[in-house]
């Protein structure tokens, strides 16, 4: 089946730092694939997403990039500020469901703590 | 954006107990909606699908007696999580689809539960 293998965390990083969180996939066919954030406190945001292959995804400064030949998607990130910190999640949507909608798989998030 | 609640957004209940969970769309209307349990460390795992107006479709491993899932309206979907055990303690998101979206989902706070 579909999995999403993601660096474990916490990352901690100086303000203004450059940020890759790496991000592998298994998966049939040629899925989709996001970044999610989830803020302290609130819901999964989505951040990015790239649903072909060598298609790069960026918003807020993050972006990834679809590598298929590798399977990834790292998420990268210039310089980081404190209102980064938050967990990143990894995932991909695969086949469609017989409902017609595609289900989500997760990693495991990663902790960002970006310190001043 | 699309905005999604949940309430409440902690709850601790005694063993034996049934608590139930309530996710809503605010500004939009969902004909799916999804819930996740999310342990520590661990990415998000479906427990399952809610169509507006049918049953509720669960993922391999969760006791739909356990889990009570009713997706009454276009905005509102409940979990009940009967006779609760300190097990069940766990951190619970749903999600919402936007009709006709394929993949997209927005994402609830979250509910923490803690079973004594």
Known sequence: ?116 | GAVVSQHPSRVICKSGTSVKIECRSLDFQATTMFWYRQFPKKSLMLMATSNEGSKATYEQGVEKDKFLINHASLTLSTLTVTSAHPEDSSFYICSAKVSGDSYEQYFGPGTRLTVT
């Not at chain 1, 999403?4 to 990352?11: C, D, F, L, S």
């Not at chain 1, 072909?52 to 990268?76: C, V």
């Not at chain 1, 017989?98 to 997760?106: E, I």
């Open chain 1, 1 to 116: 089946g579909n999995s999403v293998t993601q660096m474990e965390g916490p990352v901690t990083l100086s303000e203004e730092a450059f940020l890759t969180i790496n991000c592998t996939y298994t998966a049939t066919g040629y899925p989709s694939l996001f970044w999610y954030v989830q803020y302290p406190g609130e819901g999964l945001q989505l951040l990015l997403k790239a649903t072909k292959a060598d298609d790069k995804g960026s918003n807020k400064g993050f972006e990834a990039t679809y590598r298929k030949e590798t399977t990834s998607f790292h998420l990268e990130k210039g310089s980081v500020q404190v209102s980064d910190s938050a967990v990143y999640f990894c995932a991909l949507s695969g086949i469609p469901h017989s409902g017609g909608y595609q289900k989500v798989t997760f990693g495991t998030g990663t902790k960002l703590q970006v310190i001043p």
